[in-house]
């Protein structure tokens, strides 16, 4: 028997990924900035199929309204079992805009971090949905800092 660490990865079905995004309030959100590619940590609900989260004016705004393509990334880890997970959504992200969409979106469960207004509504409709559930490998393992200065202190 080999005392190398599992590195087997489960991919996780649809109804998976969708049910561990229920489990967290919080994502990063990639998007297109002048062509470059930038990142954003967003709280976010579930909305049937769609994510939503709330943001005021500003570069976030601007690059996820409009049928702009985006991507979210939520993970988790399972301290009893050591099993992480990752799920990302790409899809298209548009700003909520019809008087009776905001106020049926207002009414959803989303408490923004930082303090201030945050009108603007944002919603996510995937195109494609995929998780992966993983062991977490010991630190030891991949702790480049430890790496780093046993390293040097040999060299």
Not at 34 to 62: A, C, E, M, W
Not at 70 to 98: H, R
Not at 114 to 142: C, H, L, N, Y
């Amino acid at each position: 028997m080999s005392n190398e660490p599992s590195t087997q990865v489960q991919n996780l079905e649809h109804y998976e990924c969708w049910a561990l995004l229920r489990t967290v309030s919080v994502g990063r959100l990639a998007v297109l900035v002048d062509g470059r590619p930038d990142i954003f940590p967003v709280n976010f609900t579930v909305d049937g199929g769609t994510l939503v989260f709330r943001t005021s004016q500003g570069t976030k705004l601007s690059a996820a309204s409009g049928d702009a393509p985006v991507a979210v990334e939520a993970d988790g880890v399972d301290p009893g079992t050591g099993l992480a997970w990752s799920v990302v959504i790409k899809g298209t992200a548009g700003l909520v805009k019809s008087t009776e969409d905001v106020l049926e979106t207002s009414r959803l469960y989303l408490f923004p971090w930082q303090a201030g207004r945050k009108d603007a509504f944002v919603r996510i409709t995937p195109e494609s949905v995929t998780g992966r559930r993983f062991k977490v490998t010991d630190p030891m393992t991949w702790w480049t800092q430890i790496s780093s200065s046993a390293k040097s202190a040999s060299e």
